[in-house]
């Protein structure tokens, strides 16, 4: 079925449409995914030959990089979920598919994704992979930020790709500073940067946790 004459089919044979191509993209990017360990490892392995995730040959994504990588590495062991979260989440009987767009030099990223993975490995029904958003950039089209291919990217489905969401690329909290500088200073300065990954560290991860709770419907 080709898209020109996909208008004069009923609405539920556009649907199946849709889930077949959304099903088609998430299979082909999950056989180039990384669980979340060996995503750290590729990270890591990267940056011992002075390299980064991003095919551009660039100093400062590699210093990024070096930089998230620390990140992750103190949130992966400093991260605390309180008994009530442990519990909602553990509840979750329903198989759930979560496959984030990512890249080792987002900052966003590397503060959002230790966390979301201390979520998923309370509960074996939430199957957590990650892709590099450069080598999927159909499946990051299909969930552009106001037009922009904003990481990291939480894609959401359940089995048969029927229930698909997403959240993305920061905590509610962090998105709504983003926006207000946004409106009263054109775009985002390397000091609002700085800023903003100062609010992560203070904030530890309770906003992305909050968030969370409330993408799983808990």
Request: with cysteine.
């Amino acid at each position: 079925m080709s898209h020109k004459n996909l208008n004069q089919y009923p609405t539920f044979v556009k649907q199946i449409h849709n889930i077949y191509n959304m099903k088609t993209l998430l299979t082909k990017s999950l056989k180039n995914s990384y669980t979340y360990t060996e995503y750290r490892v590729l990270v890591e392995n990267l940056l011992a030959d002075k390299k980064s995730t991003s095919k551009e040959d660039s100093e400062d994504l590699v210093n990024y990089s070096k930089l998230n990588h620390s990140r992750m590495k103190r949130l992966d062991k400093t991260i605390k979920l309180s008994d009530e979260i442990i519990e909602k989440v553990e509840s979750i009987t329903t198989p759930i598919q979560w496959i984030v767009l990512s890249e080792g030099w987002c900052g966003d990223a590397a503060q959002n994704l230790p966390i979301i993975n201390k979520i998923a490995e309370l509960n074996k029904n939430i199957s957590f992979k990650i892709v590099l958003r450069d080598e999927h950039t159909d499946l990051m089209d299909s969930f552009l930020t106001n037009g922009g291919r904003s990481i990291p990217k939480l894609i959401q489905s359940n089995n048969d790709y029927s229930i698909i969401k997403s959240w993305g690329p920061r905590p509610t909290v962090a998105t709504k500073m983003v926006t207000d500088f946004k409106s009263k200073n054109g775009s985002i300065t390397p000091e609002f940067k700085k800023d903003l990954q100062l609010w992560y560290n203070k904030d530890k991860g309770l906003s992305m946790i909050d968030d969370l709770l409330s993408f799983l419907g808990l």
